[in-house]
């Protein structure tokens, strides 16, 4: 787990395991390390839990005022622990029963045993204190996850298999506005609910293959100048120098050095492809930030090349830079075939190796099924279903139970009332009407860390100005709302996008989605200001939830956006 990147590797944290604890821990008291993430981090502190779990660390808390007064996801289950450990004097039983199905063993103050589960659960007598659950997309039995809108009388529902939930005792109930039956293969992206406003975003399970799971299996070669192929299986550095090797979602990657020669390093892969949908390639590419600067790393080659029999296709880019550069190959042609997919570092044209550190951020193939299914919502109060801007909404109104027609992956808005209507030129650059955040997990949260949307001065390409200034949560999400009415005159949305001076972020990823449908992506990086221009023709006369979102895309360090003067003009 790499805390300066927010980084870790599932495998190597279930595979955390108690020696030194019970070693150390009766002359010591194991408390978290100085880097563990906040709660707020949500799945990157999931993550240390996940290890903890099986140290017997004490809970671990760099505070600030504001966390402290954190009441949602896993900041509430880390104020439940704290509060459990310090009414129950909670204490190690290292000698008492300890069953494969046992993480740690405790008893309380008066003698009660206690236990971390295998399976995520903090058990004292029998009685859950409280839960985490991952690799599933439903949850039966009692159990609620605050503020997760996807439940029936009996099971959450829509669950990322991937993805790491607090569960707290309790019934799984939603009052407002909720999904209460959807397919089972698919998940909840978000739901985000305010007084006047409603959006309902739903994904696909699209992950066919995570290569940074996958690198034991493949064979790791290299092809140096004047050099028989060398391979072996599995990750690893070769006699050569080149090396594939993985560090929690990011593969390292280098081509061959030593004995004077150089080339290229690779790492083959065999996949079975789906049968629908676009399937693709899809990685981000840079080079490790220590690798950048005079006398360092001219640049790797990166490519890609996947074949079935005689059939192939390839894609490469050159990198230069630590900033992440996608690379990506259309897999599609052979949807339903078992392919070799090759991944490969080569020292580029001037064939000099030096600091050539190569770096894969989540190389894995994606498929992409846009299809149209049924979900069933509940709701206290009536919604109107907000033009979708491809005709008139499928169903006007959504009152006590009712089947709505979505597509996935897809959003759908919903409004309480029609919003005021405006003129043209609109200027959006104020405090928005509804600003959510949303987690990696899809949770939507009041608070985080650092996040907001509203109108500031500030220094953007060495000028003052007056914009629309955004903050994401770290692994997450922050969408500013603007509600209104468009005029029966053609519109289109005009902006600029960028960051603060001085920023240093790796890149945030920004769009603009208009009653459900995105558009316009960009990936913002420092020192560049991005235009972005939005046609509201379909919406005309309409009213619409024009969303900003701004997604941290990974750590939010220095995502100081700045949407520029956003307004709406006539067309």
């Known amino acids: 787990l790499d805390h300066t990147k927010g980084t870790f590797d599932r495998r190597w944290l279930q595979a955390a395991h108690p020696i030194s604890s019970y070693i150390l821990r009766p002359f010591t008291v194991m408390y978290g390390y100085l880097g563990c993430a906040h709660p707020e981090n949500d799945q990157v502190y999931a993550a240390w839990q996940e290890a903890y779990r099986h140290w017997g660390v004490i809970p671990t808390l760099k505070p600030t005022p504001e966390n402290l007064a954190g009441t949602d ?7 439940d622990e704290l509060h459990f450990w310090q009414r129950e004097r909670v204490d190690l039983d290292l000698d008492a029963p300890w069953p494969p199905d046992i993480a740690f063993p405790w008893r309380t103050g008066d003698g009660r045993r206690v236990v971390a589960t295998q399976d995520r659960r903090w058990i004292c007598e029998g009685q859950e204190i409280f839960r985490t659950v991952t690799g599933v997309t439903q949850l039966a039995g009692a159990g609620t996850i605050p503020g997760w809108l996807a439940c029936d009388a009996d099971r959450l529902l829509g669950l990322r298999p991937q993805r790491w939930y607090p569960v707290f005792p309790g019934a799984c109930a939603a009052n407002g506005l909720h999904i209460s039956a959807m397919p089972d293969d698919v998940v909840v992206d978000y739901v985000a609910v305010s007084e006047r406003l409603a959006v309902v975003a739903l994904d696909a399970q699209s992950n066919v293959a995570d290569f940074t799971t996958l690198l034991d299996r493949a064979v790791v070669g290299s092809r140096a100048d004047g050099a028989p192929v060398q ?5 690893g550095m070769l006699p050569d120098g080149s090396q594939f090797v993985d560090t929690g979602g990011v593969i390292h990657a280098h081509p061959p050095w030593k004995q004077g020669r150089t080339g290229e390093a690779f790492a083959q892969f065999e996949c079975t492809l789906p049968t629908d949908g676009t399937v693709r390639f899809v990685s981000d590419v840079s080079l490790d930030a220590h690798a950048v600067g005079a006398d360092k790393s001219d640049g790797v080659t990166f490519g890609v090349r996947a074949a079935a029999g005689a059939a192939q296709v390839s894609q490469q880019i050159h990198q230069d830079t630590a ?5 990506a190959l259309d897999l599609t042609p052979f949807r339903g075939k078992t392919i070799r997919l090759e991944m490969a570092v080569d020292a580029g044209p001037r064939r000099s190796p030096t600091y050539d550190w190569a770096r894969w951020h989540r190389p894995r193939i994606e498929r992409t099924s846009t299809r149209n299914c049924a979900i069933t919502l509940g709701s206290d109060q009536p919604w109107e279903v907000a033009p979708d801007g491809a005709g008139a909404p499928p169903v006007a109104r959504v009152e006590g139970t009712g089947v709505l027609p979505v597509v996935v992956p897809g959003a759908t808005v919903l409004l309480r009332t029609s919003p005021a209507p405006v003129t043209l030129p609109a200027d959006l650059t104020r405090n928005p009407d509804d600003v959510f955040f949303v987690l990696d997990s899809g949770l939507v949260v009041d608070h985080a860390l650092h996040a907001h949307a509203a109108r500031r001065t500030i220094d953007v390409q060495g000028a003052g100005r007056s914009v ?3 903050h994401p949560p770290n692994n997450g999400r ?4 603007f509600l209104l009415t468009l005029p029966a005159e053609p519109a289109r949305l005009v902006t600029s996008v960028g960051l603060r001076d001085g920023s240093k972020s790796e890149g945030v990823d920004v769009s603009v989605m208009v009653n459900g449908r995105t558009g316009a992506p960009r990936r ?17 006369g309409r009213p619409v939830a024009l969303c900003l979102v701004t997604n941290a895309a990974g750590s939010y360090f220095q995502d100081w956006v700045a949407w520029v003067t956003p307004r709406i003009i006539a067309r």
């Open 468 to 470: 629309l200034s955004v």
């Open 524 to 540: 913002i990086r420092p020192g560049v200001l991005e235009e972005i221009v939005v046609d509201l023709q379909p919406w005309a």
């Open 73 to 79: 996801g896993f900041a509430r289950q880390f104020l």
């Open 478 to 481: 922050t969408l500013a709302v």
């Open 323 to 327: 900033e992440l550069q996608a690379l």
């Open 231 to 235: 391979q072996q299986e599995g990750a």
